[in-house]
Structure formats: structure tokens, C-alpha cells
């Protein structure tokens, strides 16, 4: 990787990009940003469309979005590929047509870059996952090589956690305890 990946307390960066949310016609694509979201936002990268671990990772998050719903976050997925390409695949692939969440468009790969998980040679992105906070701010990040498939159950787990707003132990699932933290005697 040419960039350094943008990380935990940086901004995300601002964006205004088309995106696909639909595969009836006429009503395929939206421009969608950041610019007033104020909510968490889960926006998950893919290397291309058309290919062969992306789309179980898609429909593993589309399964779930009702749990990001639930938890008031803003599902985005994206990759550098463009809006038409998007709406081909959805089209094209089963598990892709009734996605409950707009698919990116990173076309001009600014986005992709100004993040710092495109990939070297083909300038792809890799399986990058963001999760930011209603401010903007990066609270978690997790980059895959380009054939490893994700966890979006993992994903969900973290959003829980940051979301407690408290200290977190290792493996700490939604409804357990949080640790609090105690200050040793002098």
C-alpha cells in the first residue's frame, strides 16, 4: 500500500458520490455523502464487483442490516468500480438484488485514496471497514488482504461496543458486563 490508511481519531474524510440503491429502473441511482449524517456510519470496501468473495460478504451485511438499523448506523458498502457496474452485478447475482443498502460508487478512487486502502498494481480497494462515530471521526478500522473474507458478525460486535461507550473486555458481546475502571491506591 502507497498510503498510509486513515486511522482511529483521524476525520473521515468529506464525499459526495452516486451510488446504487435500487435495481427498478429510473429509480437505480442517488448522490450520497457525509455531509449530514450525525449518525454512526459502517462503510465497508470491496475489491471489485463481478467477482467471487465480494458477494458473500455483501449479502452477509445485507442479512444484518436490520441489526445496524437497530443500533441507529448508517450502512454503506463501496468499491472503485462504477454505479452502472454496481447495478449490473445487482441484477446479475441473486444475493445482490434486494440490498437494503446503497452501494457506493468510488469511481475516481478519491475516496478509496484519501482513505489509503487502495491496493497497489490494479489500484483496487481492499476489504476495508470503517466505522465512524455521529462526529466523524474513526473509532475502529479493520483492513483484509484481498482474498480474505470478513466477519460482519465481528463488525456488529464492535459497533455495540463502541457504542456502550465504556470500557469493553476481550470478547465482550452485547449484555455482558463492562469493566470499570478503578484507579490503583497510592
Request: with cysteine.
Amino acid at each position: 500500500m502507497s498510503n498510509q490508511v486513515l486511522s482511529v481519531g483521524s476525520k473521515f474524510p468529506e464525499f459526495k458520490k452516486k451510488a446504487v440503491v435500487s435495481i427498478e429502473k429510473g429509480k437505480e441511482f442517488v448522490e450520497i455523502s457525509n455531509e449530514t449524517s450525525g449518525k454512526w456510519t459502517v462503510m465497508f470496501w470491496w475489491p471489485k464487483d463481478f467477482t467471487f468473495v465480494c458477494p458473500t460478504e455483501i449479502a452477509e451485511f445485507n442479512k444484518k442490516s436490520s441489526d445496524f438499523a437497530d443500533r441507529d448506523a448508517v450502512l454503506i458498502g463501496a468499491s472503485t468500480d462504477s454505479e452502472f457496474v454496481h447495478a449490473a452485478w445487482r441484477r446479475d447475482h441473486a444475493d445482490l438484488r434486494d440490498l437494503k443498502f446503497p452501494m457506493l460508487a468510488d469511481t475516481s478512487k478519491s475516496l478509496a485514496e484519501e482513505l489509503g486502502i487502495l491496493a497497489d498494481g490494479e489500484k483496487v480497494a481492499y476489504r476495508a471497514t470503517f466505522i465512524v462515530d455521529p462526529q466523524g471521526i474513526i473509532r475502529w478500522v479493520s483492513v483484509y488482504d484481498l482474498s480474505v473474507g470478513r466477519n460482519v458478525q465481528e463488525v456488529i460486535r464492535v459497533l455495540d461496543a463502541l457504542q456502550t461507550d465504556e470500557l469493553c473486555p476481550c470478547n465482550w458481546t452485547n449484555g455482558q458486563e463492562t469493566l470499570t475502571a478503578q484507579l490503583a491506591a497510592n
